[in-house]
């Protein structure tokens, strides 16, 4: 079964600074993927950005980047420009593709709480 | 935007009851899938459906538990015999192929109390 570490229960950054939340992940398969979910107060889970196991190009959505690497099995997200409303749980999810389709669960890490300071 | 929409947002039950949660996924999502969160712990994967069946269900998806489209808008997750230990938050997710991604979009959740 994979699992999925988030070795930072809190975080916190100054407005306006660049923050790094670290994932690792441990699996025996070569295709997936990884996801970074948002759970602000409101508990609504939000997709934040997503990586494909395959591709080497690290994935970026505006002030939102990954760095992916295979090999170390580490997923780290970077969010440059913080902002107030970044504030909330941060989860890494990974997917596999053992079932094929998108019959697969994710497995969540226990997530970081990022604290943004004004 | 389309969204999955979840109700109720809260629902209140004692012990032994039966509960039915329900959500809207998005129209032209394919696969459904039901998620818990313990209050302060990680999200964890209950079950996926599609084509009116379950795909994969995982080890907290038991005989207590069971999921129903019953119309071409509406997907339930039913608890039977609710017990102190089912509080949580429920969420709902749907996906559809995106790039090959299947990228999972949540409903706002229904936070379970059983008293």
């Known amino acids: 079964a994979q699992t999925v570490t988030q070795s930072q229960p809190e975080m916190s950054v100054q407005e306006a600074e660049t923050v790094t939340l670290s994932c690792t992940y441990d699996?025996?398969?070569?295709?997936?993927?990884l996801f970074w979910y948002k759970q602000p107060p409101s508990r609504q889970m939000i997709l934040v950005i997503r990586q494909e196991a395959y591709k080497q190009q690290n994935a970026t959505e505006n002030r939102f980047s990954v760095n992916f690497q295979k090999a170390a099995k580490s997923f780290s997200l970077k969010i440059s420009d913080s902002q107030l409303g970044d504030a909330a749980m941060y989860f890494c999810a990974y997917r596999s593709q053992y079932s094929g389709g998108g019959a697969d669960g994710l497995t969540f890490g226990k997530g970081t709480h990022l604290i943004i300071q004004p | 935007e389309p969204e999955v929409t979840q109700t109720p947002s809260h629902q209140v039950t004692q012990m032994g009851q039966e509960v039915i949660l329900r959500c809207v996924p998005i129209s032209n999502h394919l696969y459904f899938y039901w998620y818990r969160q313990i209050l302060g712990q990680k999200v964890e994967f209950l079950v996926s459906?599609?084509?009116?069946?379950?795909?994969?269900k995982s080890e907290i998806f038991d005989d207590q538990f069971s999921v129903e489209r019953p119309d071409g808008s509406n997907f339930t997750l039913k608890i039977r015999s609710t017990k102190l230990e089912d509080s949580a938050m429920y969420f709902c997710?749907?996906?559809?192929?995106?790039?090959?991604?299947?990228?999972?979009?949540f409903g706002p959740g229904t936070r379970l109390t059983v008293t």
């Open positions: 699996t025996s398969e070569s295709d997936y993927y």
């Open positions: 459906f599609y084509n009116n069946e379950i795909s994969e």
């Open positions: 997710a749907s996906s559809n192929q995106l790039a090959g991604a299947w990228e999972q979009y």
